[in-house]
């Protein structure tokens, strides 16, 4: 069973669209982030979200964190290739390892 | 923020023989962690390395397949022993870095293997 649900799984936009990804669970979580990963490298941190409702802008990429803390979106503006990657979320519950979604692999064609 | 070195970086293997991944961190550190993500697949946490202790595994990882060194603050290895194709995978290592409470994960840009 899949702790973290990311959705959707794959999608391919043109430059200039706007797009959403999401992150689900029916668990509540301390802290939730969000990693981009470009092939051949590791995942790197877009940002880390921790109270409920939390809204987070960077450039042209928001976050936010659902106000139950079970679930966050990405909602991305102005899609350029260079936001190309994987999208992973990762949800932290006290002292455990993070745990993270299968990731949304997004592709922007110029 | 971190920097983490593996390699190799990418490697293909035969059926039944083992490898070793390294891992080097810029700074000292007392926890590094271990990854798989197989493909199609979330990242899932092999095990946690400690200096000067055994690593810690997660379910479903056990010691003699997957050993782990970690005989100072900045390095640690990864075997993977016995390789069948199902151990295809790239593995990721991982230090955190805290910051008002919150953990930070640096990744090493990752070591895709191939079992052949």
């Known amino acids: 069973t899949q702790l973290l649900e990311q959705s959707p799984q794959f999608l391919s936009i043109q430059e200039g669209e706007n797009l959403t990804v999401y992150c689900n669970s029916s668990s509540v979580f301390s802290s939730l982030q969000w990693y981009r990963q470009e092939p051949g490298e590791g995942p790197v941190l877009l940002v880390t979200?921790?109270?409920?409702?939390e809204v987070k802008k960077l450039k042209r990429l928001t976050f936010q964190f659902g106000d139950a803390r079970k679930d966050s979106s990405l909602h991305i503006t102005a899609a350029q290739p260079g936001d190309t990657g994987l999208y992973l979320c990762?949800?932290?519950?006290?002292?455990?390892?993070?745990?993270f979604g299968k990731g949304t692999r997004l592709s922007v064609i110029a | 923020s971190a920097v983490i070195s593996q390699k190799p970086s990418r490697d293909i293997c035969q059926r039944g023989t083992s490898l070793t991944i390294q891992c080097q961190v810029d700074?000292?550190?007392?926890?590094m962690f271990w990854y798989r993500q197989q493909p199609g697949q979330s990242l899932t946490l092999i095990a946690t390395?400690?200096?000067?202790?055994?690593?810690t595994y997660e379910s479903g990882f056990v010691i003699d397949k997957f050993p782990i060194s970690r005989p100072n603050l900045t390095f640690s290895t990864l075997t993977v022993s016995n390789m069948s194709p199902e151990d295809s995978s790239i593995y990721l290592c991982?230090?955190?870095?805290?910051?008002w409470g919150a953990g930070e994960l640096f990744f090493g840009e990752g070591s895709r293997l191939t079992v052949l």
């Open positions: 990762a949800g932290a519950r006290g002292n455990t390892p993070l745990v």
């Open positions: 700074s000292q550190v007392t926890m």
């Open positions: 979200v921790v109270t409920g409702g």
């Open positions: 390395a400690n200096q000067g202790s055994e690593a």
């Open positions: 991982s230090v955190e870095e805290r910051v």
